[in-house]
């Protein structure tokens, strides 16, 4: 990326301006929201490995996420760490960090810019997500993504 593509991008991200609520009053709003719900409705109840310097990790001890709404309904199930599993963590995380911090500001914006980009994209899914898990109304939901 160039000086002049990362100055470019730079005033882009100096003009922020929070992305506007959706009015879910508006149908074409609400068949997007209730598609995103049905999508995620089918991806309940996996169990989601820890992730430590790349390597997917299980353990004995899990937690459920429960829908507060359906307390029966398992949202998902995670790992809980062991001692020994946040040390791998934390070691992997220092061992990365001279990488990380070799990694040039513009490679870093075009990070950030491309995340929320895949947020703006999905944020149904995300609303729907917090909807199931914490229990939240889609505009709360959003008003968090």
Same mark, same amino acid.
């Given at each position: ?25 508006? =149908?074409?709003?609400? #068949? $997007?929201?209730?598609? *995103? ?5 089918? !991806?309940?109840? &996996? ?35 062991? =001692?020994?599993?946040? #040390? $791998?963590?934390?070691? *992997? ?5 001279? !990488?990380?911090? &070799? ?35 889609? =505009? ?6």
């Amino acid at each position: 990326m160039t000086q002049e593509a990362v100055t470019r991008r730079m005033k882009r991200l100096s003009e922020f301006r929070n992305e506007p609520y959706t009015d879910f009053t508006v =149908p074409a709003n609400r #068949e $997007r929201m209730l598609a *995103a719900q049905e999508k995620v409705r089918g !991806e309940l109840g &996996r169990e989601y490995p820890l992730l430590i310097g790349g390597e997917q990790l299980f353990s004995d001890d899990k937690q459920k996420s429960l829908n507060p709404s359906r307390p029966s309904e398992v949202v998902g199930t995670v790992q809980k760490a062991t =001692p020994e599993m946040a #040390e $791998r963590a934390v070691l *992997a995380a220092y061992e990365y960090f001279p !990488e990380w911090s &070799r990694t040039p500001a513009s490679r870093r914006i075009e990070m950030l810019v491309k995340t929320a980009a895949i947020l703006r994209e999905r944020k149904n899914e995300f609303n729907a997500w917090l909807a199931f898990e914490a229990g939240k109304t889609w =505009p709360e939901a959003e008003g968090e993504v």
